[in-house]
């Protein structure tokens, strides 16, 4: 039940844009996203909630269709500063109080000036 | 805030000894997540607990894997006797309550079982 990511990694130029997937087999009532750099802990990006809701942090935005169970993770203009690996992490609908949270098999970007 | 703080950061053991990983997470958080991630298997969630209390241990491995929570400041994560596969990054996380509250990583604890 681990959502699946993809791509599993990519190599980009800093400017160009990116997109990560996360797709999941079971209902889901959230979804996270984190980074994380060679060495350090994981770090929190963003939460989407169930509705179709997207969100904006700096340049990195994400989607959540909960009727595909889906959510994509976009970054524009990309910087230096944003390579690293990139998890989502979900939540299901029942019990979402105590829903653990699952981590996907993430995706390592890596920036290249 | 000192954010969640694992000690030690790196452990070396020889097989067959126990090893003791310890979490103090964020005050006032009840949530308190122990993941295992290696680069077969990713974030692996082991245990976490709510209040103090274990919710969900499905996912330690094995009976040589336990962990407690004796008050809201401070956890272990026991393994009696270890072993070579065990060898990995060891993380504590806490949140807030509710299904919509981010994850505060400690530092990691770096095992490695020879």
């Known amino acids: 039940q681990q959502p699946v990511q993809s791509p599993q990694a990519v190599i980009l130029r800093e400017g160009e844009d990116a997109v990560i997937n996360c797709s999941s087999s079971?209902?889901?009532?959230?979804v996270h996203w984190y980074r994380q750099k060679h060495g350090e802990a994981p770090v929190f990006l963003m939460i989407?909630?169930?509705?179709?809701e997207q969100k904006g942090h700096d340049k990195i935005s994400a989607s959540f269709n909960e009727k595909k169970q889906q959510s994509s993770l976009y970054l524009t203009a990309s910087q230096l500063s944003y390579s690293g690996t990139y998890f989502c992490?979900?939540?299901?609908?029942?019990?979402?109080?105590?829903?653990?949270?699952?981590f996907g098999t993430g995706t390592r970007l890596t920036i290249i000036p | 805030d000192a954010g969640v703080i694992q000690s030690p950061r790196h452990e070396v053991t020889e097989m067959g000894q126990e090893v003791t990983l310890r979490c103090k997470p964020i005050?006032?958080?009840?949530?308190l997540f122990w993941y295992r991630q290696t680069m077969m298997r990713g974030l692996e969630l082991l245990i976490y607990?709510?209040?103090?209390?274990?919710?969900?241990d499905s996912g330690m491995p094995e009976d040589r894997f336990s962990a407690k929570m004796p008050n809201a400041s401070f956890s272990t994560l026991k393994i009696q006797p270890s072993e070579p596969r065990d060898s990995a990054v060891y993380f504590c996380?806490?949140?807030?309550?509710?299904?919509?509250?981010?994850?505060?990583f400690g530092n990691g604890t770096r095992l490695t079982v020879t």
């Open positions: 992490g979900t939540r299901g609908v029942t019990n979402f109080g105590n829903e653990k949270l699952t």
């Open positions: 079971k209902a889901l009532y959230s």
């Open positions: 005050s006032g958080h009840d949530y």
């Open positions: 607990f709510n209040n103090n209390v274990p919710i969900d």
């Open positions: 996380a806490s949140s807030w309550t509710g299904g919509n509250s981010p994850l505060h």
């Open positions: 989407l909630l169930k509705g179709g």
